[in-house]
């Protein structure tokens, strides 16, 4: 008689590089009305099928995953919740751009609703998702969660290195912004480990010494990661935006989120103009846009409405096993 299974089901496909592992099947109906209470039902009770589908042997380190929930508000079309080698983020516009490619290229929601806009729930906030007619390939934009400076002018002291200058912004989630070329970091594929590095310092030691709050949610109130900001390799480009996030993954992509926090710090320095979209390269060359479309006031904090938009494409569907007499079913990770 063969061994007991788990089997989860998967799409995969890529934004700008990085990857999303869409779960379709193969998750039990999570118990709670908030997006926030579902996944704390995650975290307490199903954290190894994360692990079981991001580490390997079937994922890898820098994999990252996606289950779309039930939404929390009537007026929102579906819910999300993302997952990393870490835990579980707030808020990831890499994945909204690729689960909105997904929703229209599988019939389950029809592409002339996806131009007129739905909305989606996340951890951070209701976000509305918009797709716009971009050649062969449908470009995915979103409205991301009201997103600020939260403080300016900061420094730490890291061992070996010496002063690093840094701004705190939120776009969904809390970036560190730090000026490479200040570091003298080169931000190639080819310097990957020192990026990784030299991420993962500044952002523990922020960690230790900066107090970080949210007008919300005590859960959204951490450092997700550092964004090093230097200038774009190819013409056209703002800028270069290469992002080390929760335990030292390097985003393929330029991160939707943290362009989201550079928009709003542009934004706040009189950079940018309401409206006014720029794009930003990866640290392998692909590209988001982003633009500042409106002033909001989110608890009496003045932020801004981000959109954000890209190009996701499909790389696989998976049928992945998990046999209960497996010792490292739910899975493993070397560094």
Known sequence: MGNAFKTIRTIDYHTGGEPLR???????????????????????????????????PRGHFD??????????????????????????????????????????????????????????????????????????????????????????????????????????????????LVDAASLGLELRPDNGNAIRTLGMKIKEKIMRETKISHPLSNELAFLYGVIFIGPSKSSGMHSQNVCVFA????????????????????????????????????IIGTSFRVKALREVQFHGIPTVIPEVSGQAFLTGKHEFIIEEADPLGNGFLIR
Do not use: W
Request: charged share 25%; proline share 4%.
């Open 22 to 56: 869409i779960i379709t099947d193969g998750y039990p109906k999570l118990p709670g009305t908030t997006i926030l209470e579902k996944r704390q039902y995650l975290i307490e009770n199903l954290d190894f099928l994360r692990t079981g589908l991001i580490f390997e």
């Open 63 to 176: 994999m990252y995953a996606c289950l779309p929930v039930d939404p929390e508000r009537e007026d929102s079309d579906f819910g999300m919740i993302f997952m990393h080698n870490e835990g579980y983020s707030t808020m990831c516009g890499h994945a909204v751009i690729a689960m909105g490619t997904y929703l229209i290229e599988s019939g389950k929601i029809l592409e002339e609703k996806f131009k007129k806009g739905i909305m989606a729930d996340t951890p951070a906030g209701q976000i509305l998702i918009r797709a716009y007619s971009h050649g062969k390939k449908l470009r995915i934009g979103f409205e991301n969660v009201p997103s600020y400076v939260f403080q300016t002018d900061l420094k730490i002291h890291i061992d070996g290195i010496g002063s690093v200058d840094y701004q705190l912004s939120y776009g969904g989630a809390f970036y560190a």
């Open 247 to 282: 335990d030292g993954e390097i985003d393929r992509s330029p991160t939707g989120t943290g362009v989201s926090s550079r928009i709003a710090y542009h934004y706040q320095t009189g950079d940018i103009r309401l409206g006014e979209e720029i794009e930003i390269e990866s």
